[in-house]
């Protein structure tokens, strides 16, 4: 009795040692496979740590302690492309960044996104809101409206709706510089001899006086669908006026624009590479920002001219701009340009 009484004791704490052996292997086997787990996704993290880490001096040493090298990255991850081509979204002949040059910090904030993404721009200077150009614009704007801020869509019904000149397919496929047309002339002082006829015949002027209508003290507002412009209202929304800041942009988007219609004496590739981005200095993009694009650009139909990126559905749902609006406006929604559309 005394001999078994004693070995239970021994039993009870040998099968105690057991489990707690037991319980031990078992979390370790968990933690081991934790660990596989995380070093089986760290590639993709890593990949993306290690582009920020080049892009920031007060971040890079942070993020190099938790970056893999590049090669460690899955092939599916990969960019495979041209060198060039890949610089400029892998379907673009050039990139174009519109920036105000005394808008420093954007554009260094634009540099940490370019080395993050390993692209390549130019920076176009943007005009200014305060500039006379504008200033031109506004008067001009106000003369065509009548010399008022204020023309209703019933008063407009007789209007002509926005159509392409009938040489346009002339006009797209020569060399030659285009000639000033349209709103072209608008940056010109009214009383020019460029501007002459438009002035004799615009709706603001009497007659065929040179006179020049006053300009209303209520602000312009924006125009949406065929010359349909709203009465300005103390509550009217921010994006709904057309203010210098926003004349500005339309003109900085039209000069670039231009510029791409008029290059001349370049032999490009192939067709499809005769594509230009113009961006933003405030624009953000996802790190497969390339593939994204590789994917819509499939979308595409034959002959395409434009495309539009970056604008949300919503938005344009919100505006009751699902359809695309062909009158020469901008509008913009949180800072953003979400349309342009040329006269």
């Known amino acids: 009795m005394m001999a078994s009484a ?4 021994r039993r009870a704490v040998l099968l105690s040692l057991v489990i707690t052996v037991i319980l031990i292997c078992f979390m370790l086997g968990s933690l081991t496979e934790f660990i596989h787990f995380e070093s089986s996704i760290s590639p993709v993290f890593g990949h993306q740590q290690r582009i920020l880490s080049q892009t920031s001096a007060n971040q890079t040493s942070t993020l190099a302690m938790k970056s893999t090298s590049v090669e460690n990255v899955p092939s599916n991850n ?15 002949f050039q990139i174009m960044v519109l920036s105000l040059p005394r808008r420093t910090d954007r554009r260094k904030q634009m540099e940490i996104l370019r080395a993050t993404l390993g692209l390549r721009w130019t920076y176009v200077d943007a005009v200014e809101s305060t500039s006379a150009v504008v200033e031109s614009i506004i008067t001009w704007v106000t ?16 209007a002509d709706a926005f159509r ?6 002339a006009l797209s496929s020569s060399s030659q510089t285009l000639d000033l047309e349209g709103s072209d002339l608008w940056t010109l002082p009214p009383r020019t001899e460029h501007t002459k006829v438009q002035l004799e015949t615009a709706p603001g002027v009497t007659g ?3 006179a020049i209508p006053t300009a209303s003290t209520e602000p312009l507002t924006c125009a949406h669908e065929d010359n349909v412009i709203l009465p300005f209202t103390p509550d009217l929304p921010e994006y709904q006026l057309l203010t210098p800041a926003k004349i500005a942009c339309w003109k900085s988007h039209l000069s670039v624009i231009r ?27 996802e790190w497969d920002i390339r593939e994204r694009l590789a994917g819509i650009w499939t979308l595409l139909p034959a002959g395409w001219d434009m495309v539009f990126l970056g604008a949300s559905a919503m938005n344009f749902e919100h505006l009751g701009l699902l359809h695309l609006l062909d009158l020469a ?3 913009w929604i949180r800072q953003q340009v979400i349309a342009l559309i040329l006269e």
């Open 164 to 169: 392409w000149p009938r040489n346009i397919n």
């Open 78 to 92: 990969l960019i495979i492309t041209d060198q060039n081509q890949s610089e400029t979204l892998g379907i673009a």
């Open 143 to 158: 003369i065509f409206r009548g010399g008022s801020t204020v023309i209703a869509s019933g008063d407009m019904a007789d």
């Open 259 to 285: 510029g791409i219609a008029e290059r001349d004496g370049e032999t490009l590739p192939t067709e499809e590479q005769d594509v230009s981005v113009i961006l933003e200095d405030d624009v953000d993009m």
């Open 208 to 210: 065929r006086s040179s």
């Open 329 to 331: 406006t901008l509008c």
């Open 6 to 9: 004693s070995s239970s004791p």
